[in-house]
């Protein structure tokens, strides 16, 4: 070996020897990224375990609103072939009686009962509220609520009908408000309940053409994250399902007027058969298990959830004391 090349492996050497400090931040990354995917695949493991019992549906009272058609159809027959007893919510009988008619092959016993609801989910709270009353009277106390009456349409934001913003709204979001609001007293008292929404996935993102439709679902998340933290403590669980395109009469009504744009978005999706879409719907309302995101934010969850569960304990014994005095 000549001196020249004595030196240069002599530099190599010292140089490797005294700059490998220089990799320390990024092993330091790798090691605490590694310990971050760990720890939330331990909590993701480990939510089936802190998530409620699985839901009967043999005997158990569902009411679905959109229950006529679509979606809703199929997942009323879904809890059908289950053993539930059901009430269908819409508002032209004629469908309604349709629809019974298709449930009731399905039948696994028979004592089953399929009970039509006509009414406007939409229009007034006191309409909603008396035929849940009915429903509750004929078929017990609602065990699930499948809140999946709604429409969809699509159009630029400036040549939509203005109204049709105020229309959207009010079917799909206090469309959902309604008869939610007419449970949840009745589940409190027995301290059980699920409660579904049927949002969309342009209820997860914004899409060209929905600037009426899109809103009105977002607003549906809104409702069901609060409204879980409110309810938790009585054991009742809310779940939120955001379906793609599926192959229902409600996306052929909505397909005839969609914007070009719309439809090529829409296309690079396939469309889902609704009984397959209703499964999944069904499947996750009777097994809650939480979401990825919500067990990322297991921990400040369940701190508002301890204050909630206070709250509500110091509220019990201090009414319970009144009632003593
Ligand atoms: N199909 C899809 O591609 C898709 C994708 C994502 C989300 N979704 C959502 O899934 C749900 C069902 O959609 P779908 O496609 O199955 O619709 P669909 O076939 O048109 O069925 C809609 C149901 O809702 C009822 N309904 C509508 N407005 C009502 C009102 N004001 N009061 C009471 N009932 C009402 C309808 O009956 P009446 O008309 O007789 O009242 C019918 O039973 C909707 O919320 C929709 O936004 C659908």
Redesign the pocket.
């Known amino acids: 070996m000549s001196s020249e090349e004595g030196l240069s492996s002599t530099i190599t050497d010292w140089l490797f020897l005294n700059s490998w400090w220089l990799l320390l931040p990024f092993v330091m990354l790798l090691v605490v990224a590694a310990f971050i995917v760990a720890f939330v695949l331990l909590l993701y493991m480990i939510s089936p375990l802190i998530s409620p019992k699985p839901l009967k549906l043999n005997g158990a009272h569902v009411v679905v ?9 199929c997942i009323a027959i879904e809890c059908y072939r289950q053993g539930a007893f059901i009430t269908l ?4 009988e004629a ?2 009686l349709q629809a019974k008619k298709e449930l009731e092959k399905f039948a696994i016993n028979d004592k089953q009962v399929v009970l039509c609801i006509s ?4 229009s007034e709270y006191s309409q909603v509220e008396s035929v849940i009353k009915q429903a509750q009277e004929k078929l017990g106390p609602v065990d699930m609520l499948v809140n ?5 349409v699509s159009g630029r934001f400036e040549e939509m009908e203005v109204d049709r913003f105020k229309k959207l709204m009010e ?2 979001y206090l ?1 959902s408000v309604y008869p939610t609001r007419a449970v949840i007293t009745t589940m409190k008292e027995r301290r059980m309940g699920r409660i579904m929404f ?5 209820g997860q993102i914004g899409l060209f053409g929905y600037t009426a439709y899109s809103p009105s ?1 977002f607003a549906l998340r809104g409702l069901a994250e609060s409204l879980q933290m409110e309810i938790k403590p009585y054991n009742i669980y809310v779940t939120l399902a955001f ?9 052929a ?1 909505e397909n005839k007027n969609k914007p070009l744009e719309t439809k090529l978005i829409s296309e690079t999706s396939g469309v889902c058969q ?1 009984d397959q879409v209703a499964k999944i719907i069904v499947r996750d309302a009777v097994i809650v298990t939480m979401g990825l995101f919500r067990t990322i934010a297991l921990f400040y969850l369940g701190s508002f959830d301890s204050i909630v569960r206070r709250c509500m304990i110091q509220r019990e014994q201090s009414k319970a004391a009144n009632k003593r005095e």
């Not at 919510?89 to 032209?92: E, G, I, K, T």
């Not at 009414?119 to 939409?122: A, G, L, P, Q």
């Open positions: 609103t959109g229950g006529s058609s679509g979606i809703g159809k919510v819409a508002r032209d469908k309604l009414v406007d989910i939409s999946c009456a709604g429409m969809a079917v799909n469309g049927v949002s969309s996935q342009a679902k379906p793609p395109d599926t192959d229902t009469p409600g996306l009504e609704p």
